[in-house]
Nanobody, 117 residues
Framework: QVQLVESGGGLVQAGGSLRLSCEASGGIFSISDMGWYRQAPGKQRELVATITRAGSTNYADSVKGRFTISRDSDKNTMYLQMNSLKPEDTAVYYC???????????WGQGTQVTVSS
């Protein structure tokens, strides 16, 4: 079974940067697309960015130009580089993995990102 472990969250001032990592293990050959989502207190979980196995990316309008999603197949790890962070980026960030049928097979445990003004 696929397991996902996120890391890299923390507290940062507005305008700062963080890089999140999502390491996959177990059944990694079944993984196709991967993505980052976030959930702020009192709000629904929302899409941040996705990346296909081939490297095609998609971003939410709110993060375009500030965040970059990437994946390193050799390390079985996906990243989210977050620059020019804003207080409204504060949320728990989750990664997920989809199989070749585009079914979500696993969510990570989440990592807290807090941006102070």
């Amino acid at each position: 079974q696929v397991q996902l472990v996120e890391s890299g969250g923390g507290l940062v001032q507005a305008g700062g940067s963080l890089r999140l990592s999502c390491e996959a293990s177990g059944g990694i050959f079944s993984i196709s697309d991967m993505g980052w989502y976030r959930q702020a207190p009192g709000k629904q979980r929302e899409l941040v960015a996705t990346i296909t196995r081939a490297g095609s990316t998609n971003y939410a309008d709110s993060v375009k130009g500030r965040f970059t999603i990437s994946r390193d197949s050799d390390k079985n790890t996906m990243y989210l580089q977050m620059n020019s962070l804003k207080p409204e980026d504060t949320a728990v960030y989750y990664c997920n993995a989809l199989n070749t049928f585009r079914v979500v097979v696993r969510w990570g445990q989440g990592t807290q990102v807090t941006v102070s003004s």
